[in-house]
């Protein structure tokens, strides 16, 4: 004999199964946004974090080689401004040896009791008259206060004022920066000054 379910009983219970259904939705979340959903996604985030971390890391090693090129340039521009101030503080410390060695001479000769003025300053004038009147004014200095081959250079450097001053300068930063050889001899230097401040060779 078959036994016939109750209608209702059977509602009932999918009416109670629903019921624990949403319970159990309303605790835990919907099927689509449970833990492991935001899991994998939280893991995907990373590797993309990753993956922009590791393109910067790359572009380091290029980074730091462009910042020691720069930094290799610009010791060498400063090392040749600190070798021509050397210079300059070497003249001056010969040239006041020299000094105080006459004084205390006393009967050195003649020459022990001149003293030597110091020749005009060339501020770069586009003149052949004041160029050459500072040139040879420069030699009769140097032979006067009896100033070696060596000397003259940073000697001479000493009386360049304004432009003359800034065009040495200029150079002097230029050679250092090129790796070119350096003017070294009075003759070179008139020739250089020759060439920047004669009228006929101004542009």
Not at 14 to 24: F, G, H, I, N
Not at 77 to 101: F, H, P, W, Y
Not at 104 to 129: C, I, L, N, Y
Request: hydrophobic fraction near 45%; glycine fraction near 6%; charge should be negative.
């Amino acid at each position: 004999m078959k036994i016939m379910a109750d209608p209702k009983s059977v509602c009932d219970r999918l009416v109670a199964l629903e019921a624990l259904v949403q319970r159990t939705e309303a605790l835990l979340g919907h099927p689509l946004e449970t833990p492991m959903v935001a899991i994998f996604q939280k893991f995907q985030d990373l590797e993309e974090l990753v993956e922009k971390l590791g393109k910067l890391v790359n572009e380091i090693p290029s980074f730091i080689e462009g910042r020691m090129v720069s930094l290799v340039e610009d010791l060498g521009i400063l090392t040749g401004a600190v070798d021509m101030k050397l210079e300059v503080v070497n003249m001056e410390i010969s040239v006041l040896k020299r000094a105080t060695d006459s004084a205390m001479s006393g009967d050195g000769g003649p020459s022990s009791k001149v003293r030597v003025s110091d020749p005009k300053s060339f501020g770069g004038e586009r003149s052949a008259k004041e160029l050459e009147n500072f040139l040879w004014n420069m030699e009769t200095y140097f032979q006067v206060a009896r100033v070696s081959d060596a000397e003259k250079i940073s000697m001479a450097s000493m009386f360049l004022v304004g432009d003359a001053k800034l065009c040495w300068r200029s150079h002097v930063s230029d050679d250092v920066a090129a790796n070119r050889g350096r003017i070294e001899t009075w003759e070179a230097l008139k020739k250089e000054l020759k060439a920047q401040f004669l009228p006929c060779n101004s542009s």
